[in-house]
């Protein structure tokens, strides 16, 4: 039964960097990101981010369009309503289990990890996420 303090929260959600990339570059399911940012700004959702995921982001921005380009991003995206996880204890323990447990990129269980540890839905469109379905809610773009 939903009580009248959990109707008041905002739902929670995990970016990955795939769910980023798509928003940064209009790509399928930028739409629904695009949404998601809208809804935080005025606080009807809160938005999570591993820091290894944001370095993700910046680090493909940069070799793929260069130094200046990964700048500009961070700057966008630290104009964002999204608040970046630093990678603690916790989060970096609970990522290395779930990559013990299934062949996903180390990078991607950082998002996983940060789900579970904020009780939050993950935002993509990677594939490789399909090995946490049923484990963690995941929001497909």
């Known amino acids: 039964?939903?009580?009248?303090?959990?109707?008041?929260?905002?739902?929670?959600?995990?970016?990955?960097?795939?769910?980023?990339?798509?928003?940064?570059?209009?790509?399928?399911?930028?739409?629904?990101?695009?949404?998601?940012?809208?809804?935080?700004?005025?606080?009807r959702s809160a938005l999570y981010m591993s820091v290894v995921n944001l370095g993700e982001v910046l680090y493909i921005t940069e070799r793929e369009r260069g130094l200046p380009k990964a700048q500009e991003v961070l700057a966008r995206l630290d104009e964002l309503p999204v608040r970046v996880i630093e990678a603690g204890r916790a989060h970096a323990l609970s990522a290395a289990h779930l990559k013990a447990q299934r062949p996903i990129a180390y990078a991607d269980c950082f998002a996983a990890a940060l789900a579970i540890l904020e009780d939050a839905t993950?935002?993509?469109?990677?594939?490789?996420?399909?090995h946490f379905e049923g484990m963690i809610p995941i929001k497909w773009i």
């Open 1 to 43: 039964m939903q009580t009248e303090a959990s109707r008041l929260e905002p739902e929670r959600f995990v970016l990955d960097s795939y769910a980023v990339i798509a928003f940064l570059e209009g790509a399928g399911g930028w739409e629904w990101v695009n949404d998601l940012l809208r809804r935080a700004f005025i606080g």
């Open 122 to 130: 993950i935002v993509t469109g990677d594939p490789e996420f399909r």
